[in-house]
């Protein structure tokens, strides 16, 4: 397999712009999370899914930020608009939990943010 | 305060030490994560546990559940080894998907 995809590696927008990041999980797995990573507060959950159906969107910063997943092997991550705070790793995570395990997260190689 | 906590957050060696880095955390967890994140951003899993200890090669991963601590040790440490090291914890209770991250030490090894 060829891990989690994320398109694009590096963006760089101007603010007010909208933004779509995207990410294809691992085949079969049921688990997706998005992450948002800066130096100033390290790694941070924004949304999960399981079985294409949002969990937890609590780590969701504000209503700029939406989230989709429209099938088993797609999300996107969508930024409307997007402001210079926004600047930022984005990271893509997918796993397969059986029931009462956690298992290991698979992370995508991230998307680059610049919010000019 | 942070529910998961690491020290230090700046460690150097040089080549051939022995590394430890510490991880502390306040929840209930089913499970302790240590990630690797190279300076090219990528981030691996290394290691998941939820009792006991682990061993990879020259990493080994300790996990103390009562005093709801974490020590993941580095053998001969080598200039590869440089990366920023995370903790995260596995809550439980509803999504034990979800994971709390630490803020991760920065390691360097120089040769």
């Known amino acids: 397999d060829a891990g989690v995809i994320q398109s694009p590696r590096h963006e760089v927008t101007e603010m007010g712009q909208e933004v779509t990041l995207r990410c294809k999980p691992i085949?079969?797995?049921?688990?997706l999370f998005w992450y948002r990573q800066t130096m100033m507060r390290g790694l941070e959950l924004l949304i999960y899914?399981?079985?294409?159906?949002?969990?937890?969107d609590s780590g969701m910063p504000e209503d700029r930020f939406s989230a989709k997943m429209p099938n088993a092997s797609f999300s996107t991550l969508k930024i409307q608009p997007s402001e210079p705070r926004d600047s930022a790793v984005y990271f893509c995570a997918s796993s397969f939990r059986l029931a009462g395990y956690t298992d290991t997260q698979y992370f995508g190689p991230g998307t680059r943010l610049t919010v000019l | 305060k942070n529910e998961v906590e690491q020290s230090p957050q700046n460690l150097t060696a040089q080549e051939g030490e022995f590394i430890t880095i510490n991880c502390s955390y306040s929840v209930g967890i089913s499970a302790l994560h240590w990630l690797q994140q190279h300076p090219g951003g990528g981030i691996v899993s290394l290691f998941m546990l939820s009792s006991g200890k682990k061993k990879h090669g020259r990493l080994i991963a300790t996990i103390n559940i009562q005093e709801k601590h974490s020590s993941l040790h580095i053998t001969a440490s080598h200039p590869r080894d440089s990366a920023v090291y995370i903790c995260a914890v596995s809550s439980v209770g509803g999504a034990t998907n979800k994971l709390i991250f630490g803020t991760g030490t920065l390691l360097a090894v120089q040769p």
């Open positions: 899914f399981n079985n294409n159906v949002p969990i937890d």
């Open positions: 085949s079969g797995h049921d688990y």
